[in-house]
């Protein structure tokens, strides 16, 4: 047992794609990463990194290569299937329409969401408390959702959408939260309101984060810890010091170094 | 005139509730699960032949009707198996089960046809108890009615329910659904066997009302499934679990009601299924047409 | 935009309008009789003779169920009981749909009619079912064992609202007019539904005959009537001959594709209905469906006049041989001129 109470273990993990062919891929290469209760990584990297394979991994979404071990809390969970793997792993996707039920209100979402991991019964699935519950974790946002849950969630737009998974993917509690660029798909307005309701349930719920971005000024001025991918590896991992008035210029210069390569990502550069 | 529209009605109603519970099936599995679930013509008719052969050899009507339900939650888990386990696509598993029980159905039934004239059925019994011929319209209804009651009510609990949820959730974003931590291979076992129950519950209905099982009386039940479900949904365009069911049973009695109408009109007897094609379609074609008038947005097509 | 939507609505009302005609026309209230009109007594007009209300009803269209209706509607005829004149006759085809013919078993209970023609066993089962606890008369006809049907209690007794005519035949005769025309054959083959308790109960029998005319029976199955081509042609170098059993699927739907089978590949077909043989089979020691429906007439006929059905037991089938040598020849035999002349019915082109 470490001293450093790790929440999250990742050892040895590759995962190659379509092996055996012309389009055999490394996606990621023999990844080792110890994330500590309350750590909020900053994922970076160029495309092709790795970096949603890597939160895929961990939410199971498919098994690493023999030999790799995920660890939450000190229990294996290597190999286990995506639902299980849900017990853990709480999610934010891209796309808003993947992490919610747009036929169903937001009540109900918020009633499967809360369950996360649990067995399900036959008790009913939403009740006065469940209720409660849904609008005290609803209020703080701001948005007013918290009056409307019985609207169908694709009447919601995908701010709104977002903000709701975002809150499906934590009210349970999860040991790990994993944004995949949860705001990319958002105007800029949008972005802004969520990236700071990301903000404050991360702070309030102390949750364990871990999230991939395009935007290198995001990814330094949000999160304790930065982590950069290339090609499958880590390159650069700062903590909370190191990573603290950098600028993207730094950045630049650091994964140079640790590549070897010239940095030459125009979107990443570009981003504002 | 006045008992003419009475009849046509009356027995309209009835086949609605016996169909709408075909109708509730299939709701299950293609709109809940979204899970194209063609066992139906089978297990329909395995309900039926099962119920029978039971009656035949002397158990208690009901009784025999609780048996159907539990061969049809058998079949209905069977297709559910060759989906989760064998990975065959749900078409595939619902045709080969569909193709597979007309043999099992003439193994249980002991031939192709099980006479029911002489026995004491379901329809008897409450006949006894109101009083009245067992062939009349009332006591057809009284049955049916009860048992769509006990299903509407059963199931608009069940669907509200953690479990029932996830089901539903299953059919609206499957990838949601697992990443929440739900087996959804677990909800589409439940998911068709609660259908495939359903509809053999129908089958053993019909078959004591009709006085006879055969093993061709399912031939046709999947489409009349679906043609309900579809009907249902634009003629009513429910929200919500409750009038979702509703719905159901309502798209089964208006195509019933077309049948009926189109046959009683007594065109000549190749024309009557033309007649119910086009009368469908006249009514589908009203909702369209009353937008097209008030110029109206009108919604893309769906396929399905 | 405006004219596509015009030419919608415009045929929509015209094949409803047209749709409903004839329901208008059922519900225009019958005419008084007009009275005499030199009557200038108090003596009322005499009462309008009773127009009779037979429905008949049958599960399928082939050609020896259609015989049966014809000849039901020609021996009430001969009997004094003619359509249009005496006679409402209420005719209804179920397409082959099972619920179709529930409900028009339910229309006709409704209709309450004098007497119901139901054609064909699953016709006969529900009718009867719908009609429990009224008394109206049903007779049935083309129904194979009436007894496991639950329609008579048994063969020599009819039900107190029930009796008919089965098309019943004898197997012997059936096997022993095919070797009349081919005394050399040993395997004889056959195809049918195993779905139509009708058809299996033959084919249960003839394996039980076969074996006293040293013949092996071999036999093809087809669910559907999409199956009886892929039947018939599994039987091809098989068998000798074929022998089709009265089958809704084999012998009535799909006899056009046995047929084929038999003149494709000269393997002659026998048939045990005298619609089948018309088709263009050999010939067979047939059921004759048009004498069957008579007898169900003639039957209808009797209780209109005032007998009771339960004083009517159920009858069998008689069988007449009929022959067809234009087809014997396209399927490759010659019929025997013996068997020819005793024929008692014989096709000609």
């Not at chain 2, 099982?213 to 043609?227: F, N, P």
Request: aromatic letters at 6%; proline letters at 5%; charged letters at 20%.
């Amino acid at each position: 047992m470490s001293e450093n109470k790790s929440l999250l273990q990742l050892r040895g993990i590759t995962k190659i794609f379509s092996r055996g062919t012309i389009d055999e891929v490394n996606a990621l290469d023999n990844i080792n990463l110890d994330v500590n209760a309350e750590d909020y990584i900053t994922i970076i990297g160029s495309n092709g990194a790795g970096k949603t394979t890597m939160l895929n991994v961990v939410a199971g979404v498919f098994p690493p290569e023999r030999g790799g071990k995920i660890i939450v809390n000190g229990i294996d969970i290597t190999g286990l299937s995506e639902y299980k793997h849900a017990a853990y792993v709480g999610r934010v996707y891209q796309d808003p329409n993947i992490g919610t039920a747009a036929k169903m209100t937001i009540e109900e979402n918020l009633a499967m969401a809360v369950l996360r991991g649990q067995t399900r019964g036959l008790r009913a699935a939403s009740n006065k408390q469940r209720r409660e519950l849904f609008h005290s974790a609803l209020a703080p946002l701001g948005l007013g959702l918290e009056d409307r849950l019985n609207a169908l969630v694709g009447t919601l737009s995908s701010g709104q959408r977002q903000a709701v998974a975002l809150v499906m993917a934590t009210i349970s509690k999860p040991a790990l939260l994993l944004l995949d660029e949860h705001i990319a798909n958002l105007d800029p307005k949008t972005a802004q309101i969520v990236l700071e309701l990301t903000e404050m349930i991360v702070k309030k719920e102390k949750m364990t984060t871990m999230m991939v971005t395009h935007n290198m000024e995001l990814a330094l001025r949000y999160g304790s810890r930065l982590i950069m991918m290339h090609e499958g590896k880590i390159v650069v991992d700062l903590n909370e010091e190191q990573k603290a008035g950098l600028t993207i210029n730094d950045l630049v210069s650091a994964f140079e170094k640790a590549s070897g390569r010239r940095f030459i990502e125009d979107k990443i550069l570009l981003r504002r | 005139m006045l008992d003419v529209v009475s009849g046509i009605l009356s027995f309209s109603f009835y086949e609605g509730l016996v169909f709408g519970l075909v109708a509730i099936g299939v709701y299950l599995t293609l709109r809940v699960l979204a899970f194209p679930d063609l066992t139906v013509d089978g297990s329909y008719t395995l309900g039926g032949g099962m119920a029978a052969v039971l009656i035949v050899a002397g158990v208690h009507p009901f009784l025999a009707m609780l048996a159907a339900i539990g061969v049809g939650l058998c079949a209905g888990l069977v297709t559910g198996l060759l989906n989760t386990k064998l990975r065959l696509p749900a078409l595939l598993a619902g045709i080969l089960m569909m193709v597979g029980l007309w043999s099992v159905n003439l193994r249980v039934m002991g031939g192709a046809n099980v006479s029911l004239l002489r026995e004491v059925t379901a329809f008897d019994k409450v006949a006894e108890l109101l009083g009245l011929r067992s062939g009349s319209i009332v006591v057809s209804i009284t049955v049916a009615l009860v048992l769509a009651v006990i299903v509407f009510f059963v199931l608009n609990w069940f669907l509200r329910t953690e479990i029932g949820l996830s089901l539903r959730a299953c059919g609206d974003n499957e990838q949601m659904v697992r990443s929440l931590g739900v087996d959804t291979d677990k909800n589409i076992l439940l998911g068709c066997s609660i259908s495939n129950g359903l509809v053999a519950l129908a089958g053993a209905m019909v078959a004591q009302g009709q006085g006879f099982a055969d093993v061709g009386m399912g031939i046709g039940m999947i489409v009349m499934g679906l043609a309900s479900v579809i009907i249902g949904e634009a003629l009513f365009r429910p929200r919500g679990v409750a009038r979702l069911l509703v719905a159901a049973v309502g798209g089964a009695f208006v195509y019933r009601l077309f049948i009926t109408v189109a046959l009683r009109l007594g065109m000549a007897p190749g024309d009557l299924k033309l007649i119910t094609a086009v009368l469908v379609i006249i009514a589908l074609a009203i909702p369209f047409i009353q937008k097209k008038l008030r110029r109206e947005w009108i919604p893309p097509a769906v396929r399905w | 935009m405006k004219k596509n939507l015009l030419i919608i609505l415009g045929s929509s009302l015209l094949i409803l309008v047209m749709a409903l005609m004839p329901f208008f026309g059922a519900c225009a209230p019958e005419e008084p009789p007009p009275p005499p009109p030199e009557e200038e007594e108090e003596e009322p007009p005499p009462p309008p003779p009773k127009v009779y209300k037979v429905c008949i009803s049958q599960i399928v269209t082939h050609p020896d169920l259609d015989s049966n209706r014809q000849g039901i509607m020609d021996a009430m005829a001969e009997e004094g009981f003619i359509e249009g004149e005496n006679v409402d006759f209420i005719i209804r085809n179920a397409q082959g749909d099972m619920t179709v013919a529930v409900s028009i078993a339910d229309y006709y209970v409704s209709l309450k009619p004098d007497i119901i023609h139901a054609i064909t066993t699953p016709m006969a089962q529900t009718t009867v079912a719908a009609a429990e606890g009224t008394d109206i008369s049903i007779i049935f006809s083309s129904v194979t064992d009436p007894v496991t049907a639950g329609l008579v209690p048994s063969w020599t007794e009819a039900a107190p609202n029930v009796t008919g005519v089965s098309d019943w035949f004898e197997m012997p005769p059936q096997v022993e007019f095919v070797l009349s025309v081919l005394p050399d054959i040993k395997i004889l083959g056959t195809a049918y539904n195993p779905g139509e308790v009708n058809a299996a109960v033959q084919i249960e029998i003839l394996n039980d005959v076969a074996p006293d005319y040293g013949l092996t029976i071999v036999e093809a199955t087809a669910a559907t009537t999409a199956d009886v081509y892929a039947a018939g042609m599994s039987l091809v170098g098989r068998c000798d001959a074929v022998w089709i059993p009265t089958c809704n699927t084999v012998g009535g739907v799909g006899i056009e594709s046995i047929i084929k089978v038999g003149e494709e590949h000269q393997l002659p077909i026998f048939g045990s209905a005298v619609g089948m043989v018309e088709t263009g089979l050999v010939g067979g020691a047939s059921c004759d469906y048009y004498w069957i429906g008579k007898q169900a007439g003639y039957m209808a006929a009797r209780i209109l006049k005032g007998e009771s059905p339960a004083d009517i037991p159920p009858m069998k089938s008689a069988v007449s041989t009929v022959v067809y040598p234009a087809a014997a020849e396209r399927m490759g035999i010659t019929i025997p001129q013996a068997v020819i002349d005793e024929a008692d019915i014989v096709i000609e082109e």
